[in-house]
């Protein structure tokens, strides 16, 4: 009998997922990736859509295993073993997994969310057209807030940023390294602004303080969440709308969802991160294969290895990190940590298309944290 795979998502998780399940060449298993967009989003570079640097999409071809189905379609709820479609659709399942990942959530009106596609290249549009000397603020304190910023302000000179952040930027870096992405900042003549913004009209961005800024373009580039699907299809979520899954990424709710990537929060809780979304992802394809197979599934286990922030396109840092995804005090930086960083987001790319040939084809770092140690400092 054959058993019908959905993977609920094509990004780095559901792409890694659907290829080593694939890669096991079984014919009693089918797989089809039901993704929104019809290309794979390269997210670890939406800042670069945004600044005009990079498309940011990759064809599906390119990416998947060849035996693997792709679908266009926007799932709405999950209801029994039927996804629910838009239009009304539905697509039947035996094991779904649920790989949607996160997007922001902007709290401020108006502004454009870098970690969505078609945002980042509305942002793209809009400052290619600016005039000289016209402002455009990035909401954030964290890596994406720091790289987004940059990544405009050394693509558009002719344009003057701000980073607007409600607590000073990268807090959590160490103390070198930080006064370096801080200088690297200045450099770029990148304006920073302590403060609460709260809505942006009429080109101008309020904070929530009465102070008011000309902003011709602001973009959110700060906190992030799983979209609404798992809490509405009935699936027990954190306040991030995370799905909650034991430790081996199987669904707390039933047997047979298992999560992976930025949509789901194994006991570990890895930082959502594409570091953790590609182990996750492979785990995951062996937790549904135990599942086919009616054996019991292992426990995830990821040790993490560094943090990769790119600050435009010659300046970059690669922190490595304890297992644990706690910081260690040395980092490669400037010219070589661009470099570095680079080669990290390229590979991304190689590790996904590579997982096509074997099953054991990928793997990853492990001896992370299990569920009762504090986890790691998370600044992205
Ligand atoms: C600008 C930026 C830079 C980043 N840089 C880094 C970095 O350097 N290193 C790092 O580790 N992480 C980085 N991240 C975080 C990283 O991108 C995410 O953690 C990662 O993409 C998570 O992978 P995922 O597969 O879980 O989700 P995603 O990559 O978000 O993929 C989810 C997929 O699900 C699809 N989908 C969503 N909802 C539905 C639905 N209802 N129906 C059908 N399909 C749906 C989406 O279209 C998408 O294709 C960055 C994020 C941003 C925004």
Known sequence: MTRNVIVLGGGYAGTMAANRILATGRDDVTVTVVNARPRFVERIRLHQVAAGTASGE?????????????RIATAQRIVGRVIEIEGGERLPFDILVLAVGSRGRPLVEGALDVSDHGEASRAREILAGLPAGEWVSVIGGGLTALETVTEIAETHPRLRVRLVADTPPVAGIPARTRRKMLRRLDRLDVEVVTGKATRTQHARLELA??????????LWAAGAQAPDLARVSGFTVDRFGRMVTDDALVS??????????????????????????????????????????????????????????????????????????????????????AVGKEQVVRMTLRWIRKQRSARDAYSWPHGGPDASEPTGTAVR
């Open 58 to 70: 990759q064809e599906f071809d390119d990416l998947l295993h060849p035996a693997a189905r792709v």
């Open 209 to 218: 303080d009465g102070a008011g800024f000309d902003s011709a373009c602001t």
């Open 252 to 337: 707390v709710d039933r047997p047979d969802v298992v999560g992976v990537g930025d949509a789901a929060l194994p006991p570990q809780a890895p930082r959502p991160s594409c570091q953790a979304a590609l182990p996750m992802g492979a785990h995951g394809a062996e937790t549904v294969l135990a599942l086919l197979d009616g054996t019991a599934p292992t426990r995830f286990d990821l040790g993490f290895v560094a943090q990769c922030v790119s600050l435009g396109r010659h300046y970059g840092v690669v922190q490595p990190t304890h297992r644990d995804d706690t910081l260690r005090p040395t980092a490669l930086r400037g010219r070589i940590g």
